[in-house]
């Protein structure tokens, strides 16, 4: 009993396998655009926050 269930589960997997493996090309293009989008948003924060930080300490040296 416990080979043919071994059986199944595997000729299970190697058909999702076979009919879907062509997805993995369509995830990976997905992913690396989002990749870019997510670096160049956390380049825009830190651009953000150094630029606000700076002006902050060169206001303060100005000022005293």
């Given at each position: 009993v416990n080979f043919f269930g071994e059986f199944i589960w595997v000729a299970i997997l190697m058909a999702v396998g076979y009919f879907f493996g062509h997805l993995y090309q369509l995830v990976d293009e997905g992913l690396r655009?989002?990749?870019l989008v997510a670096v160049i948003v956390?380049?825009?924060f830190v651009t953000y926050g150094?630029?606000?930080a700076m002006k902050k300490r060169f206001s303060?040296?100005?000022n005293s």
């Open positions: 655009v989002a990749f956390i380049m825009g150094f630029s606000k303060k040296k100005l």
